[in-house]
Protein backbone atom coordinates (compact mmCIF):
# COMPACT_ATOMS: atom_id res chain seq x y z
CA UNK A 1 0.00 0.00 0.00
CA UNK A 2 1.39 3.50 -0.76
CA UNK A 3 1.80 5.60 1.99
CA UNK A 4 1.42 9.41 0.76
CA UNK A 5 -0.33 12.33 1.73
CA UNK A 6 -0.45 15.91 -1.13
CA UNK A 7 -0.92 19.27 0.22
CA UNK A 8 -1.13 22.48 -0.64
CA UNK A 9 0.76 25.20 0.99
CA UNK A 10 -1.75 26.49 3.96
CA UNK A 11 -3.53 22.87 3.94
CA UNK A 12 -0.04 21.79 4.50
CA UNK A 13 0.89 23.04 7.76
CA UNK A 14 -2.95 22.67 9.08
CA UNK A 15 -2.76 19.30 8.67
CA UNK A 16 0.54 18.31 9.86
CA UNK A 17 0.37 20.76 12.96
CA UNK A 18 -2.76 18.42 14.07
CA UNK A 19 -0.28 15.50 13.22
CA UNK A 20 -2.72 14.43 10.36
CA UNK A 21 0.77 14.18 8.24
CA UNK A 22 2.55 11.99 10.67
CA UNK A 23 1.77 8.70 12.19
CA UNK A 24 3.85 7.27 14.99
CA UNK A 25 6.31 4.16 13.98
CA UNK A 26 6.49 5.03 10.46
CA UNK A 27 9.51 7.22 8.87
CA UNK A 28 8.84 10.19 7.26
CA UNK A 29 9.77 11.64 4.21
CA UNK A 30 9.12 14.76 2.75
CA UNK A 31 8.11 15.34 -1.14
CA UNK A 32 9.02 18.49 -3.26
CA UNK A 33 7.29 17.67 -6.26
CA UNK A 34 6.89 20.14 -9.29
CA UNK A 35 3.68 18.89 -10.97
CA UNK A 36 2.85 22.30 -12.01
CA UNK A 37 4.35 24.65 -12.86
CA UNK A 38 7.32 25.51 -15.80
CA UNK A 39 8.85 22.04 -15.30
CA UNK A 40 5.81 19.73 -15.61
CA UNK A 41 6.92 17.80 -18.73
CA UNK A 42 9.69 16.54 -17.04
CA UNK A 43 8.75 16.52 -13.26
CA UNK A 44 5.16 15.02 -13.68
CA UNK A 45 5.90 11.64 -13.83
CA UNK A 46 8.51 11.85 -11.12
CA UNK A 47 5.73 10.81 -7.96
CA UNK A 48 5.26 7.63 -9.82
CA UNK A 49 8.90 6.71 -9.50
CA UNK A 50 8.58 7.51 -6.17
CA UNK A 51 5.40 5.66 -4.71
CA UNK A 52 7.08 2.76 -6.97
CA UNK A 53 9.90 2.64 -4.95
CA UNK A 54 8.39 2.93 -1.30
CA UNK A 55 5.90 0.30 -2.12
CA UNK A 56 8.84 -1.98 -2.99
CA UNK A 57 10.33 -1.22 -0.01
CA UNK A 58 7.82 -1.41 2.24
CA UNK A 59 6.62 -4.83 0.72
CA UNK A 60 9.57 -5.88 1.93
CA UNK A 61 9.52 -4.96 5.60
CA UNK A 62 10.22 -1.22 5.42
CA UNK A 63 13.59 -0.35 7.13
CA UNK A 64 14.28 -1.48 10.55
CA UNK A 65 10.82 -2.55 11.13
CA UNK A 66 9.19 0.33 10.18
CA UNK A 67 7.48 1.66 6.85
CA UNK A 68 8.09 4.71 5.06
CA UNK A 69 5.70 7.42 4.69
CA UNK A 70 5.43 10.25 2.53
CA UNK A 71 4.54 13.67 2.29
CA UNK A 72 4.17 15.18 -0.62
CA UNK A 73 3.83 19.01 -1.89
CA UNK A 74 3.35 20.67 -5.44
CA UNK A 75 6.26 23.39 -5.11
CA UNK A 76 5.28 24.35 -8.78
CA UNK A 77 8.99 25.03 -9.33
CA UNK A 78 8.97 28.41 -7.31
CA UNK A 79 11.46 29.07 -5.38
CA UNK A 80 8.97 30.33 -2.90
CA UNK A 81 7.19 27.65 -2.41
CA UNK A 82 9.59 25.28 -1.95
CA UNK A 83 10.77 27.27 1.11
CA UNK A 84 7.64 27.02 2.75
CA UNK A 85 7.51 23.16 1.82
CA UNK A 86 10.74 22.41 3.18
CA UNK A 87 10.21 24.66 6.85
CA UNK A 88 6.53 22.39 6.77
CA UNK A 89 8.53 19.13 6.58
CA UNK A 90 11.18 20.45 8.70
CA UNK A 91 9.42 22.13 11.54
CA UNK A 92 5.77 20.61 11.21
CA UNK A 93 5.90 17.08 9.14
CA UNK A 94 8.48 16.14 11.87
CA UNK A 95 10.22 14.72 7.95
CA UNK A 96 13.57 13.16 8.65
CA UNK A 97 14.99 14.14 5.46
CA UNK A 98 13.63 15.35 1.93
CA UNK A 99 12.89 14.70 -1.89
CA UNK A 100 13.95 17.34 -3.83
CA UNK A 101 13.57 20.08 -5.04
CA UNK A 102 13.57 19.66 -8.34
CA UNK A 103 15.54 22.80 -9.89
CA UNK A 104 18.60 24.49 -9.67
CA UNK A 105 16.31 27.46 -8.78
CA UNK A 106 14.64 26.37 -5.93
CA UNK A 107 17.92 24.64 -4.57
CA UNK A 108 19.44 27.80 -4.26
CA UNK A 109 17.13 28.79 -1.61
CA UNK A 110 16.18 25.62 -0.10
CA UNK A 111 19.85 24.43 0.53
CA UNK A 112 20.52 27.47 2.78
CA UNK A 113 17.22 26.89 4.89
CA UNK A 114 17.70 23.45 5.20
CA UNK A 115 21.14 23.64 6.63
CA UNK A 116 19.69 25.86 9.05
CA UNK A 117 16.82 23.09 10.32
CA UNK A 118 19.43 20.56 9.95
CA UNK A 119 17.43 18.12 7.46
CA UNK A 120 19.00 16.82 4.29
CA UNK A 121 17.48 17.95 1.07
CA UNK A 122 18.52 15.71 -2.10
CA UNK A 123 17.82 17.52 -6.00
CA UNK A 124 16.91 15.16 -8.43
CA UNK A 125 17.23 17.54 -11.36
CA UNK A 126 19.44 20.34 -10.43
CA UNK A 127 22.44 20.35 -12.12
CA UNK A 128 23.84 23.81 -12.73
CA UNK A 129 27.76 23.33 -11.19
CA UNK A 130 28.86 24.19 -7.85
CA UNK A 131 25.13 24.30 -5.72
CA UNK A 132 25.95 21.89 -3.44
CA UNK A 133 29.57 23.77 -2.39
CA UNK A 134 29.02 24.69 1.43
CA UNK A 135 26.35 22.73 2.59
CA UNK A 136 26.80 19.58 4.61
CA UNK A 137 23.14 18.73 4.92
CA UNK A 138 22.69 19.52 0.57
CA UNK A 139 22.91 17.05 -1.86
CA UNK A 140 22.16 16.15 -5.59
CA UNK A 141 21.26 12.82 -7.07
CA UNK A 142 22.68 14.45 -10.60
CA UNK A 143 25.99 15.31 -12.12
CA UNK A 144 26.18 18.49 -12.85
CA UNK A 145 26.23 19.60 -16.34
CA UNK A 146 29.93 20.42 -16.65
CA UNK A 147 30.95 16.88 -15.94
CA UNK A 148 28.53 15.76 -17.95
CA UNK A 149 29.37 18.10 -21.14
CA UNK A 150 33.00 16.56 -20.35
CA UNK A 151 32.20 13.16 -20.85
CA UNK A 152 30.20 13.96 -24.11
CA UNK A 153 32.88 15.35 -26.00
CA UNK A 154 35.62 12.85 -24.28
CA UNK A 155 33.72 9.91 -25.97
CA UNK A 156 33.15 12.16 -28.87
CA UNK A 157 37.33 12.26 -28.75
CA UNK A 158 37.72 8.67 -28.43
CA UNK A 159 35.32 7.42 -30.89
CA UNK A 160 37.37 9.69 -33.36
CA UNK A 161 34.25 11.64 -34.27
CA UNK A 162 34.99 15.36 -36.05
CA UNK A 163 35.54 17.72 -32.78
CA UNK A 164 38.20 20.12 -34.89
CA UNK A 165 35.51 23.48 -34.42
CA UNK A 166 32.96 24.37 -32.19
CA UNK A 167 29.83 27.00 -31.37
CA UNK A 168 27.90 27.38 -29.14
CA UNK A 169 23.65 27.64 -29.01
CA UNK A 170 22.26 28.69 -25.89
CA UNK A 171 18.55 30.05 -23.99
CA UNK A 172 19.41 33.24 -22.14
CA UNK A 173 16.48 33.39 -20.16
CA UNK A 174 16.86 29.68 -18.30
CA UNK A 175 19.60 30.12 -15.55
CA UNK A 176 20.96 26.24 -16.18
CA UNK A 177 21.07 26.65 -20.59
CA UNK A 178 22.75 30.17 -19.78
CA UNK A 179 25.32 28.73 -17.70
CA UNK A 180 25.96 26.27 -20.06
CA UNK A 181 26.41 28.24 -23.06
CA UNK A 182 28.73 31.13 -21.36
CA UNK A 183 30.83 29.10 -18.78
CA UNK A 184 30.38 25.14 -19.26
CA UNK A 185 31.00 25.06 -23.32
CA UNK A 186 33.02 27.60 -23.74
CA UNK A 187 35.40 25.79 -20.76
CA UNK A 188 34.98 22.33 -22.19
CA UNK A 189 36.05 23.49 -25.81
CA UNK A 190 39.40 25.01 -24.37
CA UNK A 191 39.72 21.61 -22.33
CA UNK A 192 39.87 20.02 -25.49
CA UNK A 193 41.81 22.37 -27.75
CA UNK A 194 38.37 23.20 -29.61
CA UNK A 195 38.40 26.16 -31.60
CA UNK A 196 35.11 28.34 -30.63
CA UNK A 197 33.77 30.20 -33.89
CA UNK A 198 31.08 32.38 -31.85
CA UNK A 199 27.59 31.99 -30.03
CA UNK A 200 24.45 32.63 -30.87
CA UNK A 201 21.79 33.09 -27.83
CA UNK A 202 17.83 32.80 -28.18
CA UNK A 203 15.33 32.67 -25.70
CA UNK A 204 12.60 29.76 -25.24
CA UNK A 205 9.70 31.47 -26.40
CA UNK A 206 11.09 32.40 -29.29
CA UNK A 207 10.04 29.43 -32.06
CA UNK A 208 11.87 30.88 -35.22
CA UNK A 209 15.56 29.91 -35.06
CA UNK A 210 15.91 31.11 -38.61
CA UNK A 211 18.21 33.83 -38.09
CA UNK A 212 20.36 32.02 -35.23
CA UNK A 213 20.64 28.93 -37.45
CA UNK A 214 21.96 31.25 -40.57
CA UNK A 215 24.85 32.69 -38.14
CA UNK A 216 25.89 28.93 -37.09
CA UNK A 217 25.70 28.10 -41.12
CA UNK A 218 28.30 30.81 -41.34
CA UNK A 219 30.01 29.70 -38.95
CA UNK A 220 30.00 25.67 -40.23
CA UNK A 221 31.46 24.26 -37.16
CA UNK A 222 31.60 20.88 -36.48
CA UNK A 223 30.07 20.31 -32.97
CA UNK A 224 27.34 22.98 -31.58
CA UNK A 225 27.33 22.93 -27.79
CA UNK A 226 23.86 23.41 -26.86
CA UNK A 227 22.66 24.81 -23.02
CA UNK A 228 18.44 24.58 -23.53
CA UNK A 229 15.63 22.63 -21.96
CA UNK A 230 14.17 20.03 -24.93
CA UNK A 231 12.13 22.25 -26.94
CA UNK A 232 15.06 24.47 -27.31
CA UNK A 233 16.87 21.42 -28.91
CA UNK A 234 13.76 20.60 -31.28
CA UNK A 235 13.83 23.93 -32.86
CA UNK A 236 17.27 24.15 -33.63
CA UNK A 237 17.27 20.60 -34.66
CA UNK A 238 14.46 21.22 -37.24
CA UNK A 239 15.65 24.80 -38.64
CA UNK A 240 19.02 22.94 -39.44
CA UNK A 241 18.30 20.74 -41.25
CA UNK A 242 15.74 23.20 -43.32
CA UNK A 243 19.19 25.39 -43.93
CA UNK A 244 20.73 22.14 -45.14
CA UNK A 245 23.37 22.93 -41.82
CA UNK A 246 25.01 19.73 -41.46
CA UNK A 247 26.92 19.92 -37.73
CA UNK A 248 27.22 17.60 -34.56
CA UNK A 249 24.71 19.24 -31.45
CA UNK A 250 26.08 18.29 -28.30
CA UNK A 251 24.39 19.05 -24.79
CA UNK A 252 24.19 17.33 -21.60
CA UNK A 253 20.79 16.21 -19.42
CA UNK A 254 18.92 18.99 -19.86
CA UNK A 255 17.86 17.91 -23.38
CA UNK A 256 17.45 14.08 -22.11
CA UNK A 257 14.12 13.51 -22.88
CA UNK A 258 13.52 10.38 -24.08
CA UNK A 259 10.86 11.35 -26.41
CA UNK A 260 13.01 13.87 -27.88
CA UNK A 261 13.97 12.01 -31.22
CA UNK A 262 10.42 11.57 -32.25
CA UNK A 263 9.48 15.01 -31.35
CA UNK A 264 12.16 16.22 -33.76
CA UNK A 265 10.83 14.59 -37.00
CA UNK A 266 13.74 13.02 -38.12
CA UNK A 267 15.79 16.24 -37.42
CA UNK A 268 18.11 14.67 -34.88
CA UNK A 269 20.31 12.67 -36.32
CA UNK A 270 23.78 12.54 -34.52
CA UNK A 271 22.31 14.96 -31.32
CA UNK A 272 24.76 13.38 -28.86
CA UNK A 273 23.96 13.80 -24.97
CA UNK A 274 24.94 13.07 -21.45
CA UNK A 275 22.41 11.32 -19.33
CA UNK A 276 22.67 9.28 -16.17
CA UNK A 277 19.60 6.90 -17.30
CA UNK A 278 19.45 4.43 -20.22
CA UNK A 279 16.60 2.20 -19.98
CA UNK A 280 18.04 -0.29 -21.87
CA UNK A 281 20.98 -0.66 -19.83
CA UNK A 282 20.58 -4.56 -18.25
CA UNK A 283 17.87 -6.15 -17.10
CA UNK A 284 17.00 -3.92 -13.66
CA UNK A 285 16.20 -0.87 -15.80
CA UNK A 286 14.18 -2.88 -18.43
CA UNK A 287 11.91 -4.21 -15.37
CA UNK A 288 11.90 -0.37 -14.14
CA UNK A 289 10.69 0.75 -17.65
CA UNK A 290 8.29 -1.69 -18.26
CA UNK A 291 6.39 -1.09 -14.56
CA UNK A 292 7.26 2.75 -14.66
CA UNK A 293 5.32 2.25 -18.31
CA UNK A 294 2.16 0.40 -16.97
CA UNK A 295 1.16 2.56 -14.10
CA UNK A 296 1.81 5.90 -16.45
CA UNK A 297 -0.53 4.34 -18.39
CA UNK A 298 -2.88 3.32 -16.05
CA UNK A 299 -3.05 6.64 -14.52
CA UNK A 300 -3.48 8.42 -18.52
CA UNK A 301 -0.11 10.27 -18.77
CA UNK A 302 1.39 11.06 -22.07
CA UNK A 303 4.57 10.18 -21.47
CA UNK A 304 4.79 6.75 -20.64
CA UNK A 305 8.83 6.40 -20.67
CA UNK A 306 10.97 7.32 -17.75
CA UNK A 307 13.09 10.30 -17.95
CA UNK A 308 16.28 10.53 -15.35
CA UNK A 309 14.76 12.35 -13.39
CA UNK A 310 11.84 9.90 -12.75
CA UNK A 311 15.59 7.03 -12.35
CA UNK A 312 17.22 10.13 -9.85
CA UNK A 313 13.84 10.52 -7.71
CA UNK A 314 13.79 6.25 -7.93
CA UNK A 315 16.94 6.08 -6.49
CA UNK A 316 16.95 8.74 -3.75
CA UNK A 317 14.54 6.94 -1.72
CA UNK A 318 16.61 4.30 -2.24
CA UNK A 319 19.51 5.79 -0.94
CA UNK A 320 17.62 7.46 2.41
CA UNK A 321 16.37 3.99 2.86
CA UNK A 322 20.12 2.99 2.84
CA UNK A 323 21.06 6.23 4.68
CA UNK A 324 18.80 5.23 7.50
CA UNK A 325 19.14 1.84 7.43
CA UNK A 326 23.09 2.39 8.20
CA UNK A 327 22.25 4.95 10.71
CA UNK A 328 19.41 2.66 12.78
CA UNK A 329 16.89 5.48 12.56
CA UNK A 330 13.70 4.85 14.83
CA UNK A 331 11.96 7.81 13.53
CA UNK A 332 11.48 8.83 17.47
CA UNK A 333 10.40 12.33 17.32
CA UNK A 334 12.74 13.29 20.30
CA UNK A 335 16.06 11.75 18.35
CA UNK A 336 14.83 13.55 15.24
CA UNK A 337 17.79 16.39 14.91
CA UNK A 338 20.35 13.38 15.92
CA UNK A 339 18.95 10.91 13.47
CA UNK A 340 18.60 13.66 10.49
CA UNK A 341 22.22 14.40 11.27
CA UNK A 342 22.96 10.85 11.43
CA UNK A 343 21.00 10.19 7.81
CA UNK A 344 23.03 12.87 6.04
CA UNK A 345 26.37 11.39 7.40
CA UNK A 346 25.67 7.63 6.13
CA UNK A 347 25.04 9.79 2.80
CA UNK A 348 27.99 11.10 2.40
CA UNK A 349 29.90 7.78 3.10
CA UNK A 350 28.07 6.12 0.42
CA UNK A 351 30.27 4.46 -1.85
CA UNK A 352 29.26 2.80 -4.81
CA UNK A 353 26.17 2.00 -3.99
CA UNK A 354 24.40 -0.15 -6.41
CA UNK A 355 21.20 2.06 -7.70
CA UNK A 356 18.99 2.14 -10.43
CA UNK A 357 21.19 4.20 -12.49
CA UNK A 358 24.13 2.22 -11.57
CA UNK A 359 26.70 2.29 -8.32
CA UNK A 360 26.46 5.66 -6.84
CA UNK A 361 29.03 7.65 -4.33
CA UNK A 362 29.16 10.75 -3.30
CA UNK A 363 31.62 14.13 -3.46
CA UNK A 364 30.83 17.16 -1.83
CA UNK A 365 27.03 16.68 -2.10
CA UNK A 366 26.72 15.54 -5.33
CA UNK A 367 26.09 12.03 -6.96
CA UNK A 368 29.12 10.45 -8.80
CA UNK A 369 27.48 7.95 -11.01
CA UNK A 370 27.61 6.25 -14.72
CA UNK A 371 27.21 8.65 -17.74
CA UNK A 372 25.54 7.30 -20.43
CA UNK A 373 26.48 8.84 -23.91
CA UNK A 374 23.74 8.85 -26.28
CA UNK A 375 23.11 9.65 -29.72
CA UNK A 376 20.53 10.04 -31.73
CA UNK A 377 20.18 6.53 -35.12
CA UNK A 378 17.50 6.20 -36.98
CA UNK A 379 14.57 8.48 -34.79
CA UNK A 380 15.69 7.04 -31.74
CA UNK A 381 18.41 6.99 -28.85
CA UNK A 382 21.45 4.69 -28.96
CA UNK A 383 24.47 3.99 -26.46
CA UNK A 384 27.40 5.69 -28.05
CA UNK A 385 29.20 4.94 -25.07
CA UNK A 386 29.53 4.68 -20.71
CA UNK A 387 31.18 6.77 -19.20
CA UNK A 388 31.82 7.70 -15.13
CA UNK A 389 33.59 10.72 -14.31
CA UNK A 390 36.55 11.27 -11.52
Same mark, same amino acid.
Given at each position: ????????????????????????????????????????????????????????????????????????????????????????? @??? !?? %?? =?????? &?? +??????? #???????????????????????????????????????????????????? @??? !?? %?? =?????? &?? +??????? #?????????????????????????????????????????????????????????????????????????????????????????????????????????????????????????????????????????????????????????????????????????????????????????????????????????????
Amino acid at each position: MKKSVLFGAGLLAALVASGAARAEGELVLGYMMAKSGPYVSLANTNEVAVDMAVEEINAKGGINGKKIKVVKFDTAGDPKQATTALRSF @AQD !AN %AL =AVIGPF &SS +SEVRTTF #PVGEREGIAQMSMASSAPGLTKGFTYGFRNTTDEGKVIDQVLASIKDKKLPM @ASG !AA %AY =ATDDVV &SK +SIGTVVV #PKMFEKYAIPSKGSVDFQLAAFDLSPQVAQLKQMAPDIVGLGSPPEGAVNLAKELKRQGVSTRIVGGTTIADPELPKRMDGAGDNLTIGTTFFPEVNATTKAFTAEFGKRTKAAGMTRTDPNQMDASVYDIVYLYSEAMKRAGVTGDKAKLAEERAAIRDQLAKLKDYQALEGAISFTDGDAVKPVYILEVKGGKWTLLDTRTPN
